[in-house]
T-cell receptor, first 111, second 112 residues
Framework: KQEVTQIPAALSVPEGENLVLNCSFT??????LQWFRQDPGKGLTSLLL?????REQTSGRLNASLDKSSGRSTLYIAASQPGDSATYLC??????????FGGGTRLMVKP | DTAVSQTPKYLVTQMGNDKSIKCEQN?????MYWYKQDSKKFLKIMFS???????INETVPNRFSPKSPDKAHLNLHINSLELGDSAVYFC???????????FGPGTRLLVL
């Protein structure tokens, strides 16, 4: 059974800091890993998708890495802004087209 | 706007009732999903549906059933609602398997 864990559960940083969110998964037989953002009371917005054959993906100030063999992914956010405050979720896709989600990291960026 | 939409946004009902949540996507995607987010904010897949192929998470009670009248719609029917069904239900779609999923805004269900 696939289990996904995200550390830390919550993070508060001053504006401008670079930060790293961590995601680990127990079963390395995945098709891809996705990072999402969820704002309070809203749905999820896809940030990055890394295929199992890839090592990283970049979009603007976001960079996600994947080490499938060790079951780890990191989301790096450069020069954080108050607008980055949200819950960040990682999810791994396995057989049957099922996403298994981690519990999320609640990020607050203070002005 | 191109998007995944859900109705209703809020649903309050009594135990034992039967209810439906509608989902529509105008993205031209072939695959649709239903997820449940519980009070602790954990998101769990319930169903994925692609070209009439339904994949069910084995933990989902058979009181829950998805119905797809066409490729753009995947509605969720819930029979004999229980208190533990209270959650936020999200619909999502993707072009196909192993591709980025796009989520709807969620339906907040409260069973009294």
């Amino acid at each position: 059974k696939q289990e996904v864990t995200q550390i830390p559960a919550a993070l508060s940083v001053p504006e401008g800091e670079n930060l790293v969110l961590n995601c680990s998964f127990t079963d390395s037989a995945i098709y891809n890993l996705q990072w999402f953002r969820q704002d309070p009371g809203k749905g999820l917005t896809s940030l990055l998708l890394i295929q199992s054959s890839q090592r990283e993906q970049t979009s603007g100030r976001l960079n996600a890495s994947l080490d499938k063999s060790s079951g780890r992914s990191t989301l790096y956010i450069a020069a954080s802004q108050p607008g980055d405050s949200a819950t960040y979720l990682c999810a791994v896709e396995r057989a049957g087209n099922m996403l298994t989600f981690g519990g999320g990291t609640r990020l607050m960026v203070k002005p | 706007d191109t998007a995944v939409s859900q109705t209703p946004k809020y649903l309050v009902t009594q135990m034992g009732n039967d209810k439906s949540i509608k989902c529509e996507q105008n993205l031209g995607h072939d695959t649709m999903y239903w997820y449940k987010q519980d009070s602790k904010k954990f998101l769990k897949i319930m169903f994925s549906y692609n070209n009439k192929e339904l994949i069910i998470n084995e933990t989902v009670p058979n009181r829950f059933s998805p119905k797809s009248p066409d490729k753009a719609h995947l509605n969720l029917h819930i029979n004999s609602l229980e208190l533990g069904d209270s959650a936020v239900y999200f619909c999502a779609s993707s072009p196909g398997y192993q591709e980025t999923q796009y989520f709807g805004p969620g339906t907040r269900l409260l069973v009294l």
